[in-house]
């Protein structure tokens, strides 16, 4: 399937006052009976929470991801708290779902349709597999989680599709059998080894299976045979009985000697022996059986097409004897046949018929528009009482629920004495639907349109809808024709949010678009797809034939195009590299089959393709070839010439798909236009495109078997393909499709169906690393470099003068240097070109004009007001950025507009902000939210949804959230302490308007003057942002808290960001004034605010997002439980892990401090249990990283440990440890993982924490990383507390000896050891297409290995690991910004980034050990240097010469944090700082100007004038570095350490102080003649001086300095303020 963008995004969804369709196709109880799961026939899967004590069912959430109906639902786990379902549908996609939150765990699609799906726990095996049936020969083994086939059972004798299957394991013996049954009436018999069932468990090959111990039929063929997966095994007996196409087949459990098989038009009673027929019983006129399953021995329950439930006693006569006397004998055998039973062959009579005795049936029904899907569950018994139901769903969505009553013996004799025409019905004990849940819902669920709804006029159905994400706006199309556009973000907080908007009439104004007559289907703005179109041009396809383009500034019709004699279904756009005259075509599908390009601008139909037979189901282009290629439901594909409109073949069967095939390798992209069609889910009309994936599937019903064969050896992927882009053609993944490419945009807005006869309802993505990019994008755009650099963000200065420094000094460098600092200088000039450029890009917000004139400045007072000019001049009421110059019709906006139009983004952060904030948590703080930062109250639970893997996604359905009659009442008893304020009694006014008419609001308390309903919803508000919002999932816990987070971190970073509109346009003005510099004082005159009312502000502003953030990173779990929450969901440690290094910086920042916070309140108790959990994924390593350990053999299962690690079987923890997380790493490694914490009890410490076996090599490389940075950052951070307690008993001794690994202390180093090998690894391995040069996962393990580097240390080759970090850092730009810069970088700039930081934390953390791993680095470049000639080596590669500003910039800090750490190290400092200088800078300046931060220490001396620099190091010696020559001299000069040391000014004397032995020495160097030969320096005086005051001496480095008064005389100036001099 598609991979999901790694981006977080928060669906929200808006239902609408309708319940979406669901005609229900499959349905499963879970075991627990507390999940209902309904599929239906268009895709959806609706979950249900049931009351297991009442039956009472309540729709909870909608599964969207399948195309196609969904064929088959089956648990994934015998576990019973294991909540994972598997669906698979009739295209062949198959899905597991994690029944908590919804989330999609794992999606594949096989070119296999399965029609049944049997969950069965083989022997041998540690959980269920599946065994699946369906169009196709072979009974297929799949694995539940990974959805990987395991083997398949095949047919040597008439291999045909099987029709009915079942598994079961004969009483007394080991082995598992498979019966099944073909459509021609072949029934086949498998006999399963242990061997079978280690196949997927151990992930190793098949040992050989013993054969089975059946008798041996005539075609019987060992199983022993078998070596692998892939070879086939074959059925041990075959035999032909009358009963063609039966639909289900059971074996009794009571007594396995009896089978029931069920077909269309009788049902039978076989025996399981010879398979000879006990009895039969003919459906019931005008009804079909569909299927069956025995209650008891005796009693069978089968159903029929209708809905009903036939209950019927078995003739006791047929089944005694033998069966029920002897032992039961082994399958297969014909030893005790019933056949010899003397009553067997005897006449049959009355009492030999099955006995009907009860009908289970709904009363007064009306006939159903498809056969029902039913179900009859067994379950374990309650109080006593048995628990038999019959469930089932029908196709107008209705779920119906019979209690099976027992009947005694006694009352079936009772029951046969009377005489009735029909046996009596029984109604059922439950109903429900969605529609009945929906009518429920006082008021009912919201539309995000609701305010155009008036009490008089209904509303009318919305059909069709586009979101503009640049302007903001949603289009919709209604039934009637009439297509309205609004402000979107505008509309959705008059829907959910309380505030001042509630109160005004016709807010937000909208446009209305009048062309059509009759329903719209399909909406297109072609600029969102491709940029060469007109922005301001929207085009519109109706059930009236016709196609409308529009002009949106004018809000006019510019043409309409009628050349469809069917309704208009779809709408595309055709590729960008079409030719220019198709460029500028949009393409039209009809229900007439045809399909038409229509030039925009030369307003007329450039080619008709109307030939075609069948309906269109996919459109494909060859644009090289001027191709466009039309594929039908009958699977035929037409190939149309675009430019003359000739039909230019037409092709059938393989020969079509493999040219839609072609068209996909063409051009990757080639289908993408596809996306941008209708607007619905499934947005095509109801009689246009068939189901994309149907066609595929109707030609497999129709060819035969070879040919099946044939495509799936042509291989799975082409098919998988085809089937990807049929899907991006409509249906969910088309709305996914177009959510992944427009990932830019902060919020978008998808028009939601289920069914294409639904109206539409919405659903809102906010995509929170594009909202935090945009707001910092646009504070960014309006500030200089200057303020850049003042606030932080960048440390372009710093670094550019490092560079200067490492380059040489050459004019044209100089040149370079001031040209780089003028373009750095804040040049007001400058600066407002850079800002028409942005504007061009429309990034900047566009209140530039106009800053002078006053008249911007009333407008805003006006607006505050609520006031807002209309173009003409006249006032008009509210507040948008769309209303448009009609009169100008240039489509100029009106100057009006500029003010606040840019806003749209700080609307959005609003109103997500809003939504996910946890009111009722802090009275105080939902204070300061409301009136500082500008938050609003919702107005009702909100519907969140999730988006997991592939793009399936989740979407709470409305009446999940107001189930709770729990809810504590709101403020003290009876009083409704709803803030009285104007705004809330506007907004529930308007809800409540609704529904009945007011009275006046008079002095009575509010709660009075509203309908009850009202007040019950507040207080469900209330109980569920509270409490149940962080009660639904922890997956949906974690990504809202990451998304409050990391706005309000966002927020808190921006100048004085806030919601409140005054607020805003004054922090508009504000940065208005400044940018043109307006004075002050003008600005105060005009009702301005002075300096340090904004700073004050500003601070408190801070404060309130800080706040905010503190809230939902560390107290919220607390909180929540206070307000008496039990099953608060914590954030998923992994979830927070994979984003460690996310993409974007906020949400990384947010993941990171949510992680560290959640680790902290585990305590080191729990910290110790994830460690122990996730300790078996962490990849082997040898000791030299780069090698992998050979951990990846394949031991034979009995040696199950691996490198100290004892009890973890390799197979089934470990990938190959050299492959990190595969080709897929960027998508693979953020796709959340599905909490280990979901099957905890909601009260379970997290030291119950296990994780789940990995299923698939993927998943397991998955693990790998999440333990990696897990176990990584849990080192880092609390390393040293993870030591385990010394003084262990003995048994505690022995079980650490058996097993499991410890954590990161000094005395047990393992872990530590193992986890710092992989995090080398990540930062050492070269890269490769499985482990790419910068990936999230890299760049965490260079932030851990930072981080935590005192505790990794000792098992780290430091030199390495410095050098490689260097190397990132070197590679890259040295413009990259600092670490508090939020908007995203390149990858290899942000690997930049973060090494850069990892190298301070480790300088910083041990100063000692980077400066002398560094000096031996240098040492060893320097004799590299001396013999690079002899060598040929070119060193200007070397990363010591490449990182030298990287190097000195370290240096420098570490002078500056730490000098006396560095005084230690003298002599390496210089060794480095000497590196890294070029050396024609020393020529003609002092080392103080040039590297003034090392000249801080008195023991550094610099001759210009002979070009030497000395340098005194702790032990006392002296090192003289010769600059000429490049050489440096060691002397030992004093017993202690020198203290000072000064050159005289002519070079001649070099004096030298160490206090510690109150001494003074004079040294002259003197060289050979001319300067040949080697120079000496000898000591030529030496004094000894006064020593120094006690108290002084604590401070070494600032203990004396040495200053020459002539070329002869030093003076010696102590801190003590005294001064002696000495001569030489």
């Known amino acids: ?260 098989i069920v077909c269309s038009k009788y049902w039978q009673i076989f025996d399981a022996g010879d398979f000879s027929v ?130 005694t013996d006694g009352q079936l004799a009772q029951i046969r004495q009377e005489e009735f025409v029909k046996p009596p019905g029984l109604p059922p004990n439950y109903t429900t639907s969605l529609t009945k849940a929906w009518a429920e819902m006082k008021p009912p669920p919201v539309g995000i349109l609701d305010q155009l709804d008036t009490p008089e006029v209904p509303g009318v159905k919305l059909t069709a809808s586009i979101f503009l994400p640049q302007q903001g706006r949603l289009v919709c199309g209604r039934e009637d024709g009439s297509i309205v556009i609004v402000p979107a973000v505008q509309s959705i907080m008059l829907q959910l949010l309380h505030g001042r908007h509630q109160q005004y009439d016709d807010w937000p104004p909208h446009q209305l678009l009048l062309g059509h007559s009759g329903r719209v289907n399909c909406l297109l703005y072609p600029h969102n797809v491709h940029s060469h179109y007109e922005p301001s041009q929207l085009v519109s396809g109706g059930v009236d034939f016709a196609v409308c383009l529009w002009d949106l500034n004018t809000a006019s019709l510019l043409h309409r195009f009628c050349v469809h004699a069917g309704e208009v279904t779809q709408l595309l756009v055709p590729p960008s590299d079409c030719s220019p005259r198709i460029q500028k075509c949009v393409c039209s599908v009809g229900s ?267 407008q805003a007072r006006a607006e505050i007001a609520g006031f807002r000019q209309g173009p003409d001049g006249s006032p008009r009421k509210g507040s948008d950025g769309s209303g448009i110059d009609g009169a100008d019709g240039s489509g100029r906006k009106p100057r009006s507009l500029m003010l606040l139009e840019s806003n749209t983004t700080m609307e959005v952060a609003q109103v997500l902000l809003s939504l996910l904030h946890a009111w009722g948590m802090d009275q105080d703080l939902d204070r300061v939210c409301e009136s500082t930062l500008g938050l609003l109250r919702p107005l009702l639970p909100v519907s969140f949804g999730l988006l997991s893997k592939g793009g399936y996604m989740s979407l709470l359905l409305p009446t999940a959230l107001s189930r709770d009659p729990s809810a504590p009442p709101i403020g003290a008893p009876g009083a409704f302490d709803m803030k009285a304020s104007s705004e809330s009694k506007g907004a529930l006014k308007n809800q409540g308007s609704k529904q009945r008419a007011w009275g006046g609001m008079g002095g009575r308390p509010l709660e009075a003057d509203l309908p009850p309903e009202m007040v019950e919803l507040e207080r469900k508000t209330r109980a569920f942002t509270a409490r149940e919002h962080w009660e ?47 004075g002050w004082a003008e600005t105060e005159a005009e009702g301005g605010e002075s300096e340090d009312a904004y700073t004050a502000r500003q601070a408190q502003i801070k404060q309130g997002w800080s706040l905010l953030a503190t809230l939902h990173c560390v107290l919220l779990p607390e909180k929540v439980a206070a307000a008496g929450s039990r099953s608060f969901k914590r954030p998923q440690v992994e979830m927070m892990a994979r984003r460690w290094q996310d993409h974007c910086l906020e949400v990384r920042e947010a993941a990171q401090a949510l992680l560290l916070a959640e680790l902290g309140r585990m305590g080191p108790k729990g910290r110790k249990a994830l460690v122990d959990s996730w300790a078996p994924y962490l990849p082997l390593y040898s000791e030299a990283p780069g090698q992998a350990a050979s951990s990846s053999s394949t031991p034979s299962s009995g040696s199950a440990s691996v490198q100290g690690q004892p009890g973890v079987a390799p197979q089934q923890q470990q990938a190959p440890p050299g492959e990190w997380g595969g080709q897929h790493h960027d998508e693979e490694e953020e796709e959340e993982e599905e909490g280990v914490e979901e099957m905890l009890a909601p009260d379970s410490s997290p030291a119950a924490y296990a994780p789940r076996k990995p299923s698939s090599l993927a998943e397991a490389k998955r693990r790998q990383t999440t333990a990696v940075v897990l176990l990584g950052v849990i080192g880092a951070e609390f390393g040293q507390d993870m030591e385990t307690n010394k003084r262990r008993s003995a048994e505690e001794e022995q079980r650490r000896k058996r097993g499991s690994l410890e954590g990161f202390g000094i005395g047990n180093n393992n872990l530590a050891r193992l986890t710092s090998l992989a995090l080398t690894h990540l930062l050492l391995a070269p890269p490769s297409p499985r482990l790419p040069a910068h990936t999230p996962l890299r760049r965490a393990a ?259 300095r040495l200053v020459w008064i002539n070329n002869r005389t030093v003076s010696l100036l102590p801190t003590d303020g005294s001064e002696t001099r000495y001569n030489v």
């Open 592 to 858: 007439d089959h045809s399909v038409a390009l229509l030039g925009l601008t030369e307003r007329k139909c450039v080619v008709l393709a109307s030939r075609h037979l069948f309906p269109v189901v996919t459109i494909k282009w060859r644009p090289l070839d001027d191709f466009m290629v039309v594929g039908c439901s009958d699977g035929t594909v037409y190939v149309w010439q675009m430019e003359t409109g000739h039909l230019d073949r037409v092709l059938h069967g393989i020969s079509a798909e493999e040219v839609l095939c072609a068209c996909d390798d063409n051009v990757a992209g080639g289908g993408s236009g596809v996306s941008g069609g209708s607007g619905g889910l499934g947005g095509g009309g109801e009689m246009g495109l068939a189901n994309p994936a149907v066609h595929f599937f109707r030609g497999l019903r129709h060819r035969n078997l070879s040919a099946i064969r044939h495509a799936t050896q042509r291989g799975l992927h082409q098919l998988q393909q085809l089937h990807h882009d049929l899907e991006g053609e409509h249906g969910e993944s088309a709305e996914m499709a177009l959510l992944r490419k427009s990932r830019a945009f902060p919020l978008m807005v998808q028009g939601l169906r289920t069914n294409p006869r639904d109206p539409e309802g919405h659903v809102l993505f906010f995509d929170i690393e594009a909202l935090a990019v945009q707001l910092l994008s646009e504070e960014y755009s309006t500030m200089s470099p200057g303020t850049l650099e003042a606030q932080g963000l960048i440390n372009q200065s710093v670094y550019s003068k490092v560079i200067a420094l490492t380059q040489s000094a050459s004019p044209e460098a100089h040149k370079k240097i001031a040209d780089f600092f003028g373009r750095v200088k804040d040049k007001a000039g400058d600066m407002e070109r850079i800002l028409k450029e942005k504007d061009r890009h429309g990034l900047l917000a566009k209140m530039k004009e106009g800053a002078e004139n006053v008249q911007t400045k009333l």
């Open 1032 to 1078: 639904l999932s922890t997956t949906m816990t974690t990504n809202h808290l990451l998304a409050v987070v990391a706005l309000a971190n966002t927020l808190m970073s921006m100048n004085n960001a806030t919601f409140v509109p005054e607020q805003e346009r004054r922090r508009k003005l504000h940065r208005q004034s400044t940018r043109v510099a307006i």
């Open 1 to 260: 399937m598609m991979a999901a963008s790694t981006n977080l995004v928060i669906p929200v969804v808006l239902w609408g006052k309708t319940a979406p369709t669901h005609c229900i196709s499959s349905i499963y109880l879970s075991r627990d009976q507390k999940n209902l799961v309904t599929g239906c026939y268009d895709g959806q899967i609706c979950l249900w929470q049931v009351d297991p004590e009442t039956l009472k069912m309540t729709p909870r959430c909608l599964l969207v991801g399948h195309t196609a109906p969904v064929l088959c639902l089956c648990k994934a786990s015998i576990l019973v708290d294991n909540n994972y379902i598997v669906s698979s549908s009739e295209s062949g996609e198959m899905c597991t779902w994690d029944l908590v939150d919804g989330k999609c765990r794992e999606a594949a699609k096989h070119p296999y349709v399965h029609t049944n799906m049997q969950a069965y726990h083989m022997a041998g095996t540690d959980d269920v597999r599946l065994f699946c049936n369906g169009y196709y020969a072979e009974v297929l083994i799949m694995d539940p989680f990974s959805l990987e086939l395991l083997f398949t059972l095949s047919s040597r004798v008439n291999p045909d599709w099987i029709s009915a299957l079942h598994v079961l394991r004969p009483a007394k013996r080991k082995d598992d059998v498979v019966l099944a049954l073909t459509t021609t009436g072949t029934i086949k018999v498998w006999t399963l080894s242990s061997a079978l069932g280690a196949i997927g468990s151990m992930g190793e090959g098949l040992s050989a299976g013993k054969g089975s111990s059946g008798t041996a039929s005539p075609t019987h063929t060992p199983s022993s045979s078998l070596q692998s997966p892939t070879e086939p095994c074959y059925e041990n007996e075959s035999k032909q009985i009358r009963c063609l196409n039966a639909l289900t087949m059971t074996c009794c459990s009571c007594n396995q000697r009896t089978v029931l």
């Open 278 to 407: 006990l009895c039969s019983v003919i459906a019931p006129q005008s009804e079909r059986w569909m299927g069956g399953d025995f209650l008891s021995a005796d009693r069978v329950l089968v159903w029929s097409d209708e809905g009903k439930g036939y209950l019927y006693q078995l003739p006791a006569n047929k089944l005694k004897g033998k069966a029920f006397s002897l032992p039961f004998n082994v399958l297969g055998t014909t030893a005790n046949c019933i056949a010899d039973h003397k009553d067997f062959h005897t006449r049959a009579v009355d009492a030999d018929n099955p006995f009907l005795y009860c009908i289970l049936s709904v009363p007064s029904e009306k006939p159903l528009s498809c056969p029902p899907a039913v179900e009859y569950f067994f379950g374990p018994a309650r109080h006593g009482k048995s628990s038999k139901y019959l469930l089932r769903g029908d196709s107008d969505g209705n779920v119906i629920l019979w209690n099976v009553p027992d009947v």
């Open 1342 to 1600: 260079i932030d851990l290995i930072g981080r935590g580097f005192t505790v990794w240390e000792p098992y780290l080759d430091v030199s390495k690991i410095l050098l490689a970090l260097l190397e990132l850092c070197s590679d890259s730009d040295h413009l990259v910004p600092s670490m508090m810069y939020g908007l995203p970088l390149t990858p290899a700039a942000d690997s930049c980034r973060t090494a850069r930081h990892a190298l301070t934390l480790i300088a910083t953390a041990r100063p000692a050990a980077f400066i002398t791993t560094m000096a031996r680095e240098v040492a060893r470049y320097n004799t590299l240097q001396q013999n690079a000639q002899t060598l040929n080596v070119n060193l200007s590669n070397s990363v010591l010469h490449r990182a030298k500003p990287e190097i000195l910039r370290g240096v420098e800090l570490l002078i500056d944090k730490m000098q006396s750490e560095m005084a230690d190290l003298l002599i390496e400092v210089v060794d480095i700082v000497l590196h890294c200088l070029d050396p024609g800078r020393l020529k003609t300046r002092g080392l103080a100007e040039v590297f003034p931060a090392i000249c801080r220490f008195n023991q550094v001396s610099h001759c210009p004038y002979t070009r030497r620099i000395a340098v005194g190091a702790k032990n006392g010696n002296l090192a003289i570095y010769e600059l000429r020559s490049s050489k440096c001299q060691l002397i030992t000069a004093h017993g202690t350490a020198n203290t000072a040391l000064s050159f005289s000014p002519d070079g001649k004397y070099l004096a030298s102080y160490a206090c510690g032995e109150n001494k003074l020495s004079f040294w002259q160097t003197s060289t050979g003649m001319f300067g040949l030969g080697n120079s000496q320096t000898r000591c030529v005086k030496t004094y000894t001086t006064t020593p120094i005051a006690e108290i002084s001496s604590l401070n070494p480095i600032r203990l004396a």
